[in-house]
């Protein structure tokens, strides 16, 4: 299979070699974590782009959320502008960590989400990223009765990948190099050997650090952090159960002021937002918005699931 795509890269411009596949191995990572109201939220560490729930997550902490109604102007523009603030760091630091340097613990620090936090006020806000200290998608989850969990995605990325299947082996090319920048001294700038950034990020959620509560996840590009924050808050700030909480109408911040909500946000949200300076645009195709499923184990053992209701999927026991 390793002979056949090179060979055919090969003839269609592409460089892959069979060096290059001969080369690659899979790595077992730490998962990264934060403390989110008692609660643990769990991530996979950079290249990938989970940190920035964890950040927003860290953000949000540090304000009443639960005061505020979840359908209401406060909730939605608190969220938003903190993942905001997360996407600017995240997006300026997340690379490779075999390559550069992320200061993935300055980035989760407490205080320094607080010193992000400071930054928000009640309008839309274009914020930069800050100086922490340094030191196509399918997902899927399944629990059974021994307490085993897994939180598991996979995606060729964009438009299915590159569109290019090795003929005679049903393998898709993926396209993830689009992650990767040409600017010079980025961390995610282009070289051999080198992991992009990455959008795909399975996620656990868990009482304190040691309690398994459940695998949780929401692909959709770089809607998955935000979807990820979302689908916290609306189980740890607002007690909804996976399916109420995969169920409830999402938003997207899309670049600088620019915002995405489903039909189904209220309008008295949209033009609240719109009055603090966020430039709203409602998008009837809620596929944009992503796609999540979530298994919840309670405290006498047994499981509740939600499945996403904008794609394919169900919740099912066996």
């Not at 927003?56 to 102007?73: C, F, K, M, Q, W």
């Not at 060729?156 to 920048?181: D, E, K, M, W, Y």
Request: aromatic letters at 6%.
């Amino acid at each position: 299979l390793a002979r056949e795509i090179a060979a055919f890269a090969s003839v269609t411009g592409g460089t892959i070699t069979e060096a290059d596949l001969a080369a690659h191995s899979s790595t077992w990572v730490d998962p990264i974590v934060t403390d989110y109201r008692g609660y643990g939220v769990w991530e996979i560490p950079p290249n990938g782009q989970g940190i920035a729930c964890l950040m927003a997550l860290n953000i949000l902490e540090g304000t009443d959320l639960a005061s505020h109604a979840r359908e209401s102007v406060e909730s939605y523009h608190l969220q938003i502008e903190a993942m905001k603030l997360a996407f600017a760091d995240a997006r300026r630091f997340v690379a490779d960590q075999d390559h550069v340097d992320v200061p993935v613990s300055g980035m989760l620090d407490k205080d320094y989400a607080a010193r992000r936090r400071a930054l928000m006020d009640d309008k839309a806000g274009l914020h930069p990223h800050g100086e922490p200290v340094r030191g196509g998608t399918v997902y899927l989850c399944a629990t059974d009765a021994d307490g085993m969990m897994i939180s598991m995605i996979q995606s060729n990325f964009a438009g299915f990948g590159s569109g290019v299947v090795v003929p005679g082996t049903g393998i898709a090319l993926q396209n993830r190099g689009s992650g990767f920048t040409l600017q010079e001294g980025h961390p995610n700038q282009v070289a051999p050997g080198k992991r992009p950034f990455h959008t795909i990020i399975p996620a656990f959620l868990t009482e304190g650090r040691n309690v398994p509560i459940g695998p949780f996840g929401v692909m959709g590009g770089h809607m998955q952090p935000q979807g990820h924050t979302q689908m916290v808050v609306n189980q740890v700030d607002y007690g909804l159960n996976p399916q109420s909480a995969l169920d409830a109408p999402r938003w997207q911040w899309m670049r600088g002021r620019a915002v995405t909500v489903e039909t189904g946000v209220a309008d008295h949200i949209v033009q609240g937002l719109r009055r603090r300076g966020h430039e709203v645009t409602i998008v009837p195709d809620a596929g944009t918005f992503g796609k999540g499923q979530i298994i919840r184990r309670l405290p006498n053992g047994a499981y509740v699931a939600g499945s996403e209701p904008r794609a394919d999927g169900c919740a099912v026991g066996y």
